[in-house]
């Protein structure tokens, strides 16, 4: 059967799927709709892989968001929305805005939340939920959107928050604070019913990039480095401006090491990725350029010191990815190998995982044979294959590759607080320009495979 026809079938069907559930809920039947949803597309507790797709995954969301008892109140998030379109803007603004208070957001920023809060009339068991299963620094984002809410007189979300960030929590950064204002605020309201805990979120430790920042001053300094090399610039080909637009939020939250500029390259609309990864690089005269995906968030604001540090511990490192493996296989397929790594946050739809892969070495890179495209960093310039790869896969691979003929060592850099989160489609599909592309791919490297 062809490959095309199967997933356009796919599709097919699970919107049929989307369809039969949404009629269900247009007319107020929904717990039957809850069952006919988890009886179909569940294993147990996880959304069956052949049912991964961003409807099934909005759905399972907004299911866990209003399934707190028994049976499905009539006032839910279902009933706060008109169209299925509306519930999932609810679900993927909400993750969006509260991921952005990882960070220091702006008085706008948090103008902009609370716009969104009003409009769709967000509760606080949609934000609890959103906050575990995709926030990572917990303590930090909840203590940060309670102070918000409060401050704009939302004092019926408040508690929810704290509570489910302070019960069974351990001790950390955000600890103390938790206390203080869940104290305040069970002052001035009195007590609510404590909830379950949600997933301890990992903390981080700035202290290595102290002493990290002051070297890279030095470096700066002691160089004399002309214009060219001390600019980093980002490269992004874009097709989706919403998701260019988050990208580039993040991209600008980063500390730029001192003596440095940073600036952004967005090729829009490119017949394909090496196509447009040749139009960003001749576009710029950075030394050091950073090839993203429009789908990825730059979470961790000191990454550029790490990757400056580790090309400046060896000059024959040309290339940097946060994915790869040591050995490409006989499939074309870096995932199949035998030692995969990763240092990455991935959204995996359903809620954000942590990826970190222990390598066989010590120190803060490893050298693989291939990496991801996802995040491609380079200190050297080297052509896109854009006369063999025509459209979106293998670019990255093939890069690899070519950074490997030219001497230049290709690795993956290896950190306890990944650099990015990738917030990627969960329905894609391995089309037949895929198995094209891999053809190329696998004739034109076939001495380096396997």
């Known amino acids: 059967m062809d490959i095309d026809y199967s997933i356009r079938r796919i599709k097919e069907i699970r919107q049929h799927f ?32 052949e049912w991964l797709s961003t409807e099934i ?166 160089d004399n480095l002309d214009a060219c090399k001390k600019r ?19 991209i600008n939250k980063l500390i730029v090491p001192e003596g440095y500029d940073m600036d952004i390259i967005p090729v829009r609309n490119a017949r394909s990725m090496c196509s447009g990864y040749n139009i960003g690089m001749n576009k710029s005269d950075a030394r050091y350029k950073i090839y993203i995906h429009q789908d990825v968030l730059c979470v961790n604001k000191y990454m550029l010191y790490d990757i400056l540090e580790i090309f400046n511990a060896d000059g024959n490192i040309g290339l940097i990815g946060v994915a790869g493996c040591d050995r490409m296989p006989e499939t074309g397929m870096w995932w199949d190998a035998s030692n995969q790594y990763y240092y990455i946050y991935q959204d995996t739809g359903i809620g954000t995982v942590c990826r970190i892969t222990d390598g066989i070495n010590a120190g803060i890179y490893e050298t693989v044979d291939v990496i991801d495209g996802v995040l491609m960093a380079t200190s050297k310039d080297v052509g896109w294959r854009e006369d063999l790869f025509k459209g979106f896969h293998f670019y990255d691979i ?20 990944p650099w990015i989160l990738h917030d990627e489609k969960v329905d894609k599909f391995l089309d037949s320009d895929y198995e094209v592309a891999k053809t190329v791919f696998l004739k034109e490297y076939e001495e380096n495979i396997g």
């Open 18 to 49: 989307v369809e039969e559930i949404w009629s269900l809920l247009e007319k107020g039947m929904y717990n039957d709709a809850y069952n006919v949803f988890r009886n179909e597309v569940s294993n147990g507790t996880d959304i069956k892989e």
């Open 57 to 222: 995954v909005i759905f399972d969301i907004a299911f866990a968001i209003c399934k707190k008892t028994e049976d499905i109140i009539d006032e839910n998030i279902f009933t706060r929305v008109s169209t299925f379109e509306d519930l999932k803007k609810v679900i993927m603004l909400g993750k969006r805005f509260l991921r952005r208070f990882e960070n220091e957001v702006s008085i706008e920023d948090e103008q902009t939340f609370i716009e969104y809060v009003e409009k769709y009339k967000v509760d606080e068991n949609t934000i609890c939920e959103l906050i575990r299963r995709f926030i990572n620094n917990t303590g930090k984002v909840s203590n940060a959107v309670a102070k918000s809410l409060f401050n704009n007189k939302k004092y019926d979300m408040v508690l929810p928050l704290l509570i489910k960030e302070y019960i069974g929590k351990e001790k950390n950064e955000y600890y103390e604070e938790t206390c203080y204002n869940l104290a305040h605020y069970l002052a001035l309201f009195g007590d609510f019913v404590t909830a379950n805990d949600i997933v301890s979120r990992q903390s981080f430790n700035t202290k290595r990039y102290v002493s990290l920042k002051n070297h890279i001053t030095h470096m700066v300094n002691k």
């Open 232 to 250: 980093i610039s980002f490269i992004v080909c874009v097709n989706d401006e919403d998701a260019y637009s988050e990208c580039e939020w993040y």
């Open 398 to 417: 093939s890069q690899s590759m070519e950074f490997k003929r030219k001497g230049y060592e290709v690795v993956i850099g290896k950190t306890s607080n």
